[in-house]
DNA sequence: CTGTTAGCGCATTCAA
DNA sequence: TTGAATGCGCTAACAG
């Protein structure tokens, strides 16, 4: 490996030329440029990242702490993983990746302290995460994909869970249904304080308290045998739903089989209509999913964006950003069925 | 943050006292080293990652180079990008992500001569890949995952899909298939060399051809759509197939459906079972699919496990690994259909 | 426009 | 058992 000063020495020029020639801090003659940038041609030389590094403070490289990139079978994870490290490649950065869960903040704060990251970015946040704590004391810049509970003066990327529940809701509603139930993730990620599985409950239950409607809603472990389960707990407890909105892919199967073998049609007896999924998810159902998907790459892509703003300018605040899923049409939603048990309920 | 300067003052020693106290690699009085100690963690001070890089020409980085993170809606590639991210952590290093195809080798060189990574790692290798010419001609170990071409003096894991075929075939026929078809990966995977594709189609025509069984294979478009389509076209082919092997997650949901359509019951008519497939894929199947699944987490345990030790003593050789699909009971594979048809075909 | 040089933070050789 | 000094390869003053 040839180092800076076999290059000034084959070129007849200084190091701090050749240094110079390469960053263009400082103006260089044409010819002299051009006699450095020849031998470095010549003589296959690659700047030494390490001792850059070490001279610039400044590692050009990003730290992604991920505890799940195959939680269920979203490609959503390895989505944003992938989105994330291109986008920093782009921008001459790497992407080193750190699986870290949130009780291991004091992990993040042993790496933190080596330097080898300018920023980090967090997926898969809690509402009350200690590794967001431990970044914020040792001022490195970072942003989450997700929010902690308190999210001014956090730095993060989030999808818009409320703006894309409204969006279903008006949808369905659009469509004439009013008794909507919804499949949420696991009880232990909603107690666990998991962004989305919170997020969403929330906003479910608000969305259709508004308008009037009961807000019908189940946790359900991540399996398409638990969401049958669940199906049929829901249909117990509203046998005349119209809609099932599922925020869990593999609880989906589950309610797709569940309904199949009660004789109800897809969607002209209920539909079903699935969020924050992974793209792609809605082809492997019969009849195909309708869902909204999680804006994965596109976040991935932001939050590689909001850093390095944050770090090219430390002073200037960045604005948080609130991506909502895309819809994307399928065949498991229709108009609600009308049937007499569907006018108003009597006092 | 202190360096290690800071740390000898406040202890009252040298610096390359505390730099041996932390290495352990020259005698230290038990007395200065516990002062030495008490000072750091008294400073909270962690060697910088990079200047420990430069001195030792060592990065303590792997390089993973993989294309697709998020192939279909497999758990593989994530699974095993997650994997071998926490077995390298687990012995001190750290993982970075190279996202680049077989096409942008030179970027992969321009990297390597950067010095980040103290080896790579090469997932979805091709049968012929430039980027492996690449490592070779750089002097850098790596290990790859899958196996170009010839495997003979290069470094690979990879999952064993002779074993893994003929433990397939073998199991089908011991419950009496003798028509056996395979829906395999796209013709573009065949044509462009990606492995799997290219030894199952071998491995299935030569193992069926040494039972005296007739070899029904096609490729097919990772999609449920094609599937369905594919799968039509096998039943004209033969219309008295009993079984059904598939190494195409998305495909096989079609193949289902389209059994299904037809009328022919899984598996009282017709058995599927899914190979190379990610854990728990089958769980979505309607009835649970039969797999042979992919060992990626091992996999990925592993490839770091052989780059590790080729780094430490870059002399000694370390073998290949092979390593076959696992087992994993289903519903969707029982004993063939008997009937008229099934008798040897007339000449 | 170009050269000289002092660090960046650590490992390690040479002395003691 | 310990200290002093050199260098890893590069950037960025400082000096012309």
Redesign the pocket.
């Given at each position: 490996?040839p180092?800076?000063?076999d290059v000034a020495r084959h070129a007849?020029?200084?190091?701090?030329?050749v240094?110079?020639a390469?960053?263009g801090?400082?103006?260089?003659?044409a010819?002299?440029?051009e006699r450095v940038l020849a031998s470095m041609k010549l003589l296959g030389?690659h700047?030494?990242a390490m001792?850059?590094s070490?001279?610039?403070?400044r590692s050009r490289v990003i730290a992604m702490i991920y505890p799940e990139v195959d939680r269920g079978l979203g490609g959503t994870g390895g989505e944003f993983v992938r989105a994330s490290a291109e986008r920093a490649r782009e921008l001459g950065y790497q992407l080193v990746l750190w699986p870290f869960r949130a009780e291991e903040a004091r992990q993040v704060r042993n790496l933190v302290r080596q330097g080898t990251a300018d920023g980090v970015l967090v997926m898969e946040v809690l509402l009350d995460d200690e590794r967001i704590d431990v970044l914020e004391e040792a001022g490195i810049p970072y942003t989450m994909i997700g929010r902690t509970r308190d999210v001014t003066s956090r730095h993060s990327v989030d999808i818009d869970f409320e703006a894309t529940v409204e969006a279903t809701i008006e949808h369905l509603v659009g469509l004439g249904h009013r008794r909507i139930a919804f499949v949420n993730h696991s009880r232990e990620s909603l107690e666990a304080g998991y962004g989305p599985t919170v997020r969403v409950a929330a906003a479910f239950d608000r969305v259709m308290s508004e308008r009037g409607l009961r807000p019908l809603a189940r946790t359900c472990s991540d399996s398409p045998l638990d969401g049958r389960a669940v199906m049929g707990d829901l249909l117990a407890a509203d046998p005349h739903l119209t809609a099932v909105v599922t925020m869990n892919e593999l609880a989906t199967f589950g309610v797709f089989a569940e309904l199949q073998r009660r004789g109800l049609a897809i969607p002209a007896d209920v539909s079903v209509m699935g969020i924050v999924s992974s793209p792609g998810v809605g082809t492997l159902s019969n009849p195909q999913l309708t869902t909204m998907h999680s804006p994965g790459a596109e976040l991935g892509r932001l939050a590689v964006d909001r850093l390095l703003t944050q770090l090219d300018d430390s002073s200037r605040p960045v604005p948080n950003l609130l991506i909502p899923c895309v819809f994307e049409p399928g065949l498991s939603v229709g108009p609600a069925r009308t049937e007499p048990d569907d006018a108003p309920q009597r006092p």
């Open positions: 490996m180092t800076i000063s007849g020029v200084s190091v701090s030329t240094s110079y390469l960053s801090s400082r103006p260089i003659s010819e002299t440029r030389y700047p030494n001792a850059r070490l001279a610039t403070r």
